[in-house]
């Protein structure tokens, strides 16, 4: 009997090298569409961005604009009022019978910035009420005001040189000339109000006449 292999027919080897080279060229198929899915060198759920600087070329920075937080302020500029205090002095808390109030003014720059009010006799108002009512004004009858532009620097308080004596007496553009009505006493209480350059005191003096 012959061993011959009929004829048409491979032998099993053959087939089986057949069957590999088509599994390996299927492989590379799958691999060849993951690659085009996957798109290695992106980050995951992001799509790669444009191809970055060749090595050793600089990069423009991007341009940034500054906002000022606050206006901004060079000496000799007015005063702002965020940038001043102003507080009413009395020379006592209590005036016996007789005795008159003697009244001042403190200025202070609390800003960052030497600034410019006019701080003159024209420029300052002061005001003492007691409860609802206004007893006296320094402007109702002033005469010889005068401006002065004062520089203030930072830190540093600016007072009263003569203080306005307030003689106890209820005051009115109509009572400038003659005798005027005398305030209550024994134990009244008075609040005493300034303004200077259109700057308020910050709090009210109290004080006691008796």
Known sequence: ????????????????????VVLIGLIAVIIAIVLIIV???ASSGEEAGPAAAPSGEPTAAPE??????EPTA?????????????????DQSSY???????LSVTITNIGKNVCVLNAGTNAQVFTITSGNETYWTSTDCQVDAIDAEVSLTPGTPVSSTVPIIWDRTRSTP??????RESVPAEGASYHLAVTVDGFESTDKKQFLLY
Request: glycine share 8%.
């Open 1 to 20: 009997m012959s061993t011959n292999t009929p004829t048409g027919r491979q032998s099993p080897q053959v087939y089986r090298r057949r069957r590999l």
């Open 39 to 41: 798109r290695p060198g």
């Open 64 to 69: 940034t604009t500054s906002i000022p937080t």
């Open 74 to 90: 060079a000496d000799g500029d007015p005063c702002a009022p965020e940038r001043i205090t102003v507080e009413a002095i009395t």
């Open 96 to 102: 016996e019978p007789g005795e008159q109030p003697e």
């Open 174 to 179: 109509e009572t400038c000339q003659g005798a």
